[in-house]
């Protein structure tokens, strides 16, 4: 069965550094999303991309965050200069419909 | 955007007893995901219910989108079912942001 792939699994970091998550989305969907979840809570959207465009992003997804859909395959959330606050699960959904869920990627910001 | 309420908030069961879970949203939907999320933070489908009621094994669904809440019923459960359980709607669109309640913490002693 396809399903989403995030890398890494866990990135540790310190403030202010760049990070670059991963996600490999399932290979005949056409929306792709990032979610997050800081410990405890409940999971946040932060931004939807089809077409090769934003469609939709959330008051999270401020200047610091980009994404990016390099090539046929990939999808990419960058986060330019990192905070502590940024320390979360992220989660990469695609859907055509109904969304699915990768693993999630725990970054941690020291 | 939608608000989404679920209840209870924390469960805690024996082995082999039965639960309903219910999610309110407060504007009308065209679907509905039920999500488990596992003790190692893995979001798992669990149902696409937009209306109606399905079933999958010892789990089923039901969604009444006129009266806007759905229910999450699990009969004879298990320790493994521990987790906690999410609905999300999503907001606008079919393909929109989906929207995350607080979740509803299972706990199923043996």
């Known amino acids: 069965e396809p399903e989403v792939t995030q890398t890494p699994s866990h990135q540790v970091t310190q403030m202010g550094q760049e990070v670059i998550l991963r996600c490999v989305p399932i290979s005949n969907h056409l929306y792709f999303y990032w979610y997050r979840q800081i410990l405890g809570q409940k999971v946040e959207f932060l931004v939807s991309f089809y077409n090769n465009e934003i469609s939709e992003k959330s008051e999270i997804f401020d200047d610091q965050f980009s994404v990016e859909r390099p090539d046929g395959s990939n999808f990419t959330l960058k986060i330019r200069s990192t905070k502590l606050e940024d320390s979360a699960m992220y989660f990469c959904?695609?859907?055509?419909?109904?969304?699915?869920f990768g693993p999630g990627t725990r970054l941690t910001v020291l | 955007g939608i608000q989404v309420e679920q209840s209870p908030p924390d469960l805690i069961l024996q082995e082999g007893a039965n639960s309903t879970l219910r999610c309110n949203f407060s504007?009308?939907?065209?679907?509905l995901q039920w999500f488990h999320q596992n003790p190692w933070g893995q979001l798992i489908n669990l149902f696409y219910i937009p209306s109606g009621t399905k079933q999958n094994g010892r789990l089923s669904a039901t969604t009444v989108a006129t009266e806007r809440y759905s229910l999450l019923y699990i009969s004879s459960s298990q320790t493994t079912d521990s987790g906690v359980y999410f609905c999300a709607p999503p907001g606008g669109t079919s393909y929109g942001k989906l929207t995350f309640g607080q979740g509803t913490i299972l706990t199923v002693h043996p």
């Open positions: 504007d009308s939907v065209n679907n």
């Open positions: 959904a695609s859907g055509v419909g109904w969304q699915f």
